[in-house]
């Protein structure tokens, strides 16, 4: 079930503009901006500066790309993904590290703990940070670890990353085994506690097993549309299908996946939102890029660090069909503050409304986020 955001709080941040009416008399010359533009997942951080440091993460750049970019809100991945750490430690880590940064910047950034901080960080011009997981072997053995980080704040934990876990099989494992019976109870613990399923990364059988054992709407919050570019990374129609079906949220990257060759380009992005709404509805589709809004300086020093990456990748076992040396991980032509904006146009173009668009760019996910959180 789609729950519509309220008529006087979105009127409250539109202005004059409604959100009802006939899809025909929405077109007008040339799109304006999406009063919401939300990130189901994203960064803030500085590509440019290699390393976990103060200036790579929430600068003063990056708070401006991110305003001049219009992002509401952005799911920003934290704790433990891949690695030789203690999974539970580094991750509650990584909490604090985050709570730091949100407290240090009260006049620019928000913690988000409900769909309604999503609208209070637009009122007040703030960037809402969502806390998320992308893979929840920080449960180690004992599901109730949800309820912790729950109350320290996290509202998003995808039950794998790339590579089997105790929950299930990531979407490189060849085994395609199902939930766990462990994953079941992780499960029953996210929807306890109202935090989002997510099923990004995940194997087919782990997205359909987790999607039919939540009582809550689950999402599938970073992916691309496997019916046009066949690897693991990107979801099968059944996958995409049976989410929305259940009410739940499928955001759409801007990465290699979306091109068989690797190389990104904004009309692919486009055309996989194209078929996922038409596989899922409008009312259950948005974004994920999978990146941040601070562009990159140097390109060739960025493509020699992703060579690096990429062959770390591989030989740590995370890595993904679809990762190459000599691609980006990201769309060049949908990178820097201007990416939402010229993802706009380009739906403009492609003849979406303006209520399609709003959908798109960030409604669609406080909709979702209402269902699970709450208001």
């Not at 806390?131 to 449960?139: R, S």
Request: aromatic share 6%.
């Amino acid at each position: 079930m789609t729950i519509e955001l309220g008529r006087r709080a979105f009127l409250s941040l539109a202005g004059a503009t409604a959100l009802a009416g006939p899809a025909g008399a929405q077109r007008r010359q040339g799109p304006r901006r999406p009063t919401l533009i939300v990130n189901a997942l994203g960064g803030l951080d500085d590509p440019n500066i290699q390393g976990e440091t103060g200036e790579r993460l929430v600068s003063d750049r990056i708070i401006a790309d991110a305003r001049a970019s219009g992002l509401t809100a952005v799911n920003v991945t934290m704790g433990y993904v891949a690695g030789n750490g203690e999974p539970f430690e580094e991750t509650v880590r990584e909490i604090g590290r985050w709570d730091a940064r949100v407290a240090g910047r009260p006049n620019d950034l928000l913690k988000v703990l409900s769909a309604a901080d999503i609208l209070r960080a637009k009122r007040e011009n703030k960037v809402g940070i969502i806390f998320g997981f992308q893979n929840a072997a920080m449960m180690g053995t004992d599901a109730s670890r949800v309820d912790a980080f729950a109350d320290l704040g996290v509202r998003v934990i995808q039950l794998t990353y790339n590579p089997a876990n105790s929950l299930g099989d990531g979407s490189m494992a060849p085994q395609n085994r199902g939930l766990t019976a462990f994953g079941h109870q992780v499960v029953e613990r996210l929807n306890l506690n109202k935090v989002m399923v997510d099923l990004s990364h995940s194997g087919r059988q782990t997205c359909l097993d987790a999607a039919r054992a939540s009582r809550q709407p689950i999402s599938i919050n970073h992916t691309g549309c496997r019916a046009l570019v066949d690897v693991p990374r990107n979801k099968s129609d059944e996958e995409l299908r049976l989410v929305a079906e259940r009410g739940g949220f499928v955001g759409i990257y801007f990465m290699p996946f979306v091109d068989r060759a690797s190389v990104c380009t904004a009309a692919e992005v486009v055309d996989h939102i194209d078929h996922a709404v038409n596989v899922c509805g409008e009312d259950h589709v948005g974004i994920g890029t999978d990146g941040g809004t601070t562009g990159i300086d140097d390109m060739a020093a960025f493509r020699a660090h992703m060579r690096a990456e990429v062959a770390q990748r591989r030989a740590a076992g995370i890595g993904a069909a679809g990762e190459n040396p000599d691609t980006l991980p990201f769309c060049e032509e949908l990178s820097g503050p201007d990416q939402f904006h010229r993802l706009i146009a380009l739906l403009d173009r492609r003849g979406y409304t303006e209520t399609r668009i709003e959908k798109i760019m960030g409604l669609n996910f406080v909709n979702f986020a209402r269902e699970v959180w709450g208001a």
